[in-house]
């Protein structure tokens, strides 16, 4: 349901540890075409988060303050004060604030298939898990529910795939 002309309409703010993620516009405001948020990562801030591909939408990042390096296909990518950087459907990549500034960036997810619901249910898997690492299986689900896939680390086979005998 669209709510029509409104400044930042699906104004939200969800806490993801110590990352601060502001939604301003939704797939309901947009028609579908694109969310975009705001995210805010403290100084020195490496993310635990697994590295991932965007399967069906592309990721834009425009840097607000600070620096974020963002490591796309292995190559690290400083985005700063009005520097962006697009993220192609299937590059695998994953982002740290290595600064001693916090950090704030724009991203825009085209088409908005990755929204609020994505992060919420990361938090709750996150507070299910105590204190631990999440499950990693529950994680992977999360990830392919909102049009990702986490990367398989250097050698392993793709998520969901086991070697042969």
């Known amino acids: ?25 939704t797939a309901n405001d947009t028609g579908g075409s694109m969310s975009i948020f705001e995210m805010t990562v403290p100084a020195g ?45 299937g590059a695998v990549h994953r982002f740290d604030n290595f600064g001693s500034v916090t950090a704030k960036q724009l991203a825009v997810i085209a088409p908005a298939i990755m929204g609020p619901q994505y992060f919420h249910d990361a938090v709750e898997l996150m507070r299910a898990s105590s204190g631990g690492p999440p499950d990693p299986g529950a994680m992977a689900a999360i990830f392919r529910r909102h049009g990702m896939t986490i ?4 050698g392993a086979p793709p998520a969901g795939m086991t070697p042969a005998p």
């Open 45 to 89: 801030h490496k993310i635990p988060a697994p590295a991932h591909r965007n399967d069906a939408y592309e990721e834009t990042l425009y840097g607000v303050e600070g620096v974020l390096t963002w490591t796309i296909d292995g190559k690290p990518f400083e985005v700063g004060p009005g520097q962006a950087v697009c993220i192609r459907r």
């Open 1 to 25: 349901m669209s709510i029509g002309t409104a400044i930042n309409p699906s104004e939200e703010t969800i806490g993801v540890g110590p990352i601060a993620i502001r939604f301003l516009l």
């Open 151 to 154: 990367a398989a680390p250097a």
